[in-house]
């Protein structure tokens, strides 16, 4: 059950977010990743399994889709002003999972402290099995 939407954005407002939360925001401590790659773009991630996560572009705009690390998942920027919106994942029969950056939500400064998080320290397959637990598995994205 959806207990709370939230919208956000990214900086230059060309790419909308949606996000669909199954608790109180206050259960929720978003992941601050600590790779260069989420640490240079001010990356802390929030997922809901019961949630749904939907990004949109405006007409004309696109996403930039960066892999990294140990590239298993791919990271969703908007190309006009580089934020860093998302993270999903396929599996191997195309199930999107994934994650929102919790900075570029409305509200977001009422989600409990951020907590850190080390994944480069998992291995592949301890990754992707979190993620399938932790992840939104409900993932739309629509570029317009
Ligand atoms: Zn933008």
């Known amino acids: ?9 990214c900086a230059c ?3 909308a977010v949606e996000v669909g939360l199954g608790r109180e925001l206050a259960a929720y401590s978003p992941r601050a990743c600590d790779c260069d790659f989420c640490c240079k773009r001010g990356a802390a991630w929030l997922s809901d399994s019961a949630g749904f996560l939907r990004l949109r572009t405006n007409a004309g705009q696109d996403l930039k889709r960066e892999r990294q690390g140990s590239e298993q998942a791919e990271f969703l920027s908007c190309a006009a002003c580089g934020t860093l919106l998302a993270v999903r994942w396929r599996d191997d029969d195309g199930h999107a999972y994934g994650a929102v950056n919790a900075r570029v939500l409305a509200r977001h400064d009422e989600f409990a402290s951020e907590q850190g998080a080390s994944p480069k320290l998992l291995e592949a397959a301890e990754k992707t099995a979190r993620w399938k637990v932790l992840w939104f598995a409900d993932v739309e994205v629509a570029t317009g």
């Open 1 to 9: 059950m959806i207990a709370h939407r939230l919208g956000g954005s």
């Open 13 to 15: 407002g060309a790419v």
